[in-house]
């Protein structure tokens, strides 16, 4: 579904969303708060209250996907963020996210810059 490789950024929004909007209210939000494109090609990733329940919103070519994950034991370690604007996240931390590891993981291996082999 999410794999490492391919395009579009992922955003979260901090702080919890209310689980009950649908597509239309994910979009507006989105547009209107966030300021950001709901039709880009990137993910939009709401958690509820109780950091057990997500939605992803992406627009495919001519319609949107609303994804939806419920826990059944535990919670993911999502950011509170004060000022509720959203975080533009790797695809690399979204897994750990999904997997309930926080999005700062000091034993992962950095990220490298490819460079000129001389």
């Known amino acids: 579904m999410?794999?490492?490789t391919g395009s579009g950024r992922v955003y979260l929004a901090c702080g919890a969303t209310d689980?009950?909007?649908s597509i239309d209210g994910l979009a507006?939000?989105?547009e209107y708060s966030f300021d950001l494109d709901p039709f880009s090609d990137a993910w939009f990733v709401f958690c509820n209250?109780?950091?057990d329940k997500l939605k992803l919103l992406r627009w495919d070519h001519n319609g949107f996907w609303l994804y939806y994950r419920?826990?059944?034991k535990g919670h993911f370690e999502w950011p509170s963020g004060s000022d509720r604007q959203p975080i533009a996240i790797s695809r690399r931390e979204f897994g750990w996210l999904l997997d309930g590891l926080t999005l700062e993981q000091r034993r992962a291996h950095p990220s490298v810059e490819a460079r000129t082999i001389l």
Request: hydrophobic content about 40%.
């Open 49 to 51: 209250r109780g950091r």
């Open 28 to 30: 507006a939000l989105v």
């Open 70 to 72: 419920r826990l059944e």
């Open 2 to 4: 999410l794999s490492e």
């Open 19 to 21: 689980m009950r909007k």
